[in-house]
Every structure is written in structure tokens, then in C-alpha cells.
């Protein structure tokens, strides 16, 4: 029994012909691709259309059966190529689902989709890539001549509800760009064709801030807090709670004191199972009188009764 060669297969040349993946040759699409050249070459994409353009081509039944081969071959892609394309094919009823998923995975990997509905129109996007590999982008760029005229009339029907029968009620009732952006909302209002909607709309196009009110309530607030002087923040980096005895039942005051004068079985006492009567003196401080007005940090800070700020 006679084994059936294959063609041979080529490296991609620098032509104007489409470099093929020989993975596709049994795909319908090859019958589609007309008007430029084809040709089998040994590349990682399913289609060469350009030196920095490729196409991975991908059916939503094949997907639907083998969801992990198109994580495989975008692997096998890697950074390759500035323009990545995946092309699909829908040819599933239920397709929502699985092109919202495809999407996701095209943004994740600096793809970009394209949904194609029929061989014919999957073969005509391939093309048409390969057409227009050294095409300027002016074709599909909006025209604007240089004339006074056309710059005049392509400014005011930039703005929402404003057509070209419009520009010409407002140059001729008006006259000049500056007369138009200084007209009362009234005198336009008296035009053919001008509504409060549309007078709205222009008013706010030539009077209305570039910056929201929000944007400048956060601006104002962010500079406030920015200039917050230092000596109104109290600094309370070395001072620590300590109790003193009051002459109130069952109340207590405290005081701030530098963290050094605090005993050592006063911070362990937290995790302890000490109590807390043994590590707290009964008597009275003669801390602040031990140390010399030298080493201290600061002025004592006044007494304070919890409980009172407590019940204010």
C-alpha cells in the first residue's frame, strides 16, 4: 500500500504571499483566501500576514470539545509578533459564553478577537490582513480639509445635537466663531431649528470647565491636608498611659508619662497572668520629681478623668 507524501513545507519567505500553518490544510477557510498569494511554511502561528502580523485561527465547536488547546498555542506564541490576532469561527448556537471567556483571554494576553460567522467571511478577514500589511492608516482616517470652512464647520458639529444645517443657520444668523461662542442662550433659542437641548449643549461646550466640581473639592482638600502645620499634631511617640490613684470610688485618672519611667513587668503584664493590682503601684508617682528638668522630654501633661470624657 502506497503512503500518501505530503507537501513539502517551506520557511516563510519575505514575498507578498500568506505563510500557512501545515496544521490547516484540511481548513475549509484555504478555499476563501483570494487575491493574494498562499503558501505552507514551518511557523508557530496558524497564519503569516505580515512581518509583525499573525492570526491563530480557532473553531468554537474545537473549543468546546478541547478548551486547553488555545492556552497552548498562545504558550507557543509567546511575545512574538506587535499585532496577534484570533481569529474565530462561530459555528456553535450557545456561543455567548465561550466568546465573553475567548475575550477575557485575548485581553489577558495582548490579543486581539475577531468573530467571523462563515468560511467566506473568515477567508476574506485573513486577506484583506495581507492587503493591507503596508497600508497608512489615512483610509480609514476622517478626512478634514485645511479650509477655513471645513475646520469651522468639523469644530461646532463636535458638539452633541449640532448638524451641518445648524453650522450654516449659525454662521449666517451669527457670522463669526467668536460671535457664536459669545451669543445669549436666548438669541439662539430664536433660531430655526435650536431648542433648549440643543442651545444647552452649546452653551456648555463654550462655558462649561474642563474640571468637575468634584475634581476640585478633592484637589482643594488634598492641598489642605498637605499644608496641615506639624505643631498642631500632637506628638505622643514616647509617652505611655499610667495609673494614679483618685479620690473618687472606683474611678481613675490617668497621666502621660515618657515610655522609660514605665516598669518592666508593666509591658509584659498584657500577656501575663499577672493581675493587674500587683503591677500597678498604689502609691504616688515620684517619677516626675526623680528626674532632673533636663532629661525630661517635655511639660508634664495636664490630669485628665476619664469617666468624665466618657459620660461628655
Given at each position: ?10 520557511q ?22 483570494r487575491?493574494?498569494?498562499?503558501e ?15 492570526i491563530?485561527?480557532?473553531s ?8 486547553e488547546?488555545?492556552h ?15 481569529l ?17 483571554v ?6 486581539t ?19 493591507f ?7 480609514i482616517k476622517?478626512r ?20 451641518r ?11 463669526t466663531?467668536?460671535?457664536i461662542a459669545?451669543?445669549?442662550p436666548?438669541?439662539?433659542?430664536n ?23 468634584t ?23 514616647g ?10 470610688k472606683?474611678?481613675?485618672v ?15 503584664g498584657?500577656?501575663s497572668?499577672?493581675?493587674?493590682s500587683?503591677?500597678i ?13 533636663r ?11 476619664i469617666?468624665?470624657d466618657?459620660?461628655?
Amino acid at each position: 500500500m502506497a503512503t500518501k507524501t505530503k507537501p513539502p513545507v517551506v520557511q516563510p519567505g519575505a514575498g507578498n504571499n500568506i505563510i500557512i500553518n501545515p496544521n490547516q490544510r484540511l481548513n475549509p477557510v484555504l478555499d476563501h483566501i483570494r487575491h493574494v498569494g498562499k503558501e505552507f511554511g514551518d511557523i508557530v502561528p496558524d497564519y503569516h500576514v505580515g512581518r509583525t502580523t499573525c492570526i491563530l485561527f480557532l473553531s468554537l465547536k474545537y473549543h468546546r470539545l478541547h478548551p486547553e488547546y488555545i492556552h497552548t498555542r498562545i504558550a507557543k506564541l509567546g511575545g512574538s509578533y506587535n499585532l496577534r490576532i484570533l481569529l474565530i469561527m462561530c459555528d456553535v448556537t450557545e456561543h455567548q459564553e465561550l466568546i465573553r471567556e475567548l475575550t477575557k483571554v485575548c485581553l489577558i494576553n495582548s490579543l486581539t478577537i475577531v468573530v467571523a460567522w462563515s468560511n467566506e467571511e473568515a477567508g476574506q478577514y485573513i486577506a484583506t490582513f495581507k492587503q493591507f500589511e503596508h497600508k497608512p492608516p489615512d483610509l480609514i482616517k476622517e478626512r478634514v480639509d485645511k479650509d477655513y470652512d471645513s475646520i469651522f464647520r468639523t469644530a461646532l458639529t463636535s458638539i452633541n445635537k449640532v448638524n451641518r444645517t445648524d453650522v450654516a443657520t449659525l454662521r449666517t444668523s451669527l457670522g463669526t466663531f467668536a460671535d457664536i461662542a459669545k451669543a445669549s442662550p436666548d438669541r439662539l433659542q430664536n433660531l430655526p431649528g435650536f431648542g433648549q437641548v440643543k442651545v444647552k449643549r452649546i452653551k456648555e461646550a463654550f462655558e462649561k470647565p474642563f474640571h468637575t466640581k468634584t475634581a476640585n473639592t478633592t484637589l482643594s482638600l488634598s492641598n489642605q491636608v498637605n499644608v496641615l502645620p506639624t505643631s498642631s499634631i500632637p506628638d505622643i511617640s514616647g509617652m505611655a498611659p499610667t495609673r494614679l490613684p483618685s479620690k473618687e470610688k472606683n474611678s481613675e485618672v490617668f497621666s502621660e508619662t515618657p515610655q522609660h519611667t514605665r516598669s518592666q513587668a508593666g509591658d509584659t503584664g498584657l500577656n501575663s497572668s499577672i493581675p493587674s493590682s500587683s503591677i500597678i503601684s498604689e502609691g504616688p508617682d515620684f517619677t516626675r520629681e526623680a528626674l532632673p528638668e533636663r532629661e525630661r522630654s517635655r511639660p508634664a501633661s495636664p490630669v485628665w478623668d476619664i469617666e468624665l470624657d466618657l459620660n461628655d
